[in-house]
């Protein structure tokens, strides 16, 4: 971030009479006060002694052009790169073997190219994120036009699951936590319930409770985001 140049005038007052200090504000200071000044030796006369009124020294703003301000940060978040916005991921769970998460209409698992294997995770603010899914990188508008997260309730007593959706940071059910374990590895939850894997159903979202977690992933840089990043 470049530094922003204040410019400091000093302050002046004006002096009448003939004994009257004069006192230019301090650029540090919050104001400069002007007081009248006694004498043992001299009278002075009532205009003499009349005092103009302090002025309070105010910073002029910054000129134009000069310097440039960043906005502030995002409160909280991450600092690794591969959540910052701008690195293609790909992400595999801790406990698996071979196979990478892949986004093929539901979120789940391949062990070959199928699906959409490359992720960004957006920053929304905090620990949360709006992760968007790409194809291959083979400059296609199709695989260059992302598709997010969505967690979906069927509404049954199927268990949660995760689906490409049109990508829409103000739906709770696109919006992720993405929480540090240490060492590169993260739990992905959103609200209540963390993306676990289950021998029968594959990727699911499921409430803990009690139970402890036992799935956790790690994200691989693949580079830079691709342009446009975002949908």
Known sequence: MSKVKWLTGATML???????????????????????????????SPAATATAPASPSV???????????????VPGGSTDAVLSGKREVTIVRVQASESGVSLDGRLGEADDDSGRQLFVPTPLGGDTYLIKAYGKSNNH??????????????????????????CDQAKPAQRFTITAKG?????????????????????????????????????????????????
Do not use: H
Request: neutral net charge; glycine residues 10%.
């Open 141 to 166: 508008p199709a695989s260059d036009e992302p598709t997010c997260w969505q967690v979906l309730n069927p509404g049954t007593s199927a268990p949660l699951t995760v689906e490409g959706a049109v």
């Open 183 to 231: 060492k590169g590895v993260y739990a992905i939850s959103n609200s209540s319930a963390y993306l676990q894997f289950s021998s029968t159903r594959g990727l699911i979202m499921e409430e803990l409770g009690d139970a402890p977690l036992r799935t956790t992933f790690r994200f691989v840089d693949n580079g830079p985001a691709r342009r446009p990043a975002g949908g």
């Open 59 to 73: 910073a002029p703003p910054p000129v134009p052009g000069n310097s440039s301000v960043a906005p502030p940060p």
């Open 14 to 44: 004006a002096c009448t009479g003939a004994l009257v200090a004069c006192q230019s504000g301090s650029p540090a200071g919050p104001t400069a006060s002007a007081g009248p000044t006694a004498s043992a030796s001299v009278t002075a």
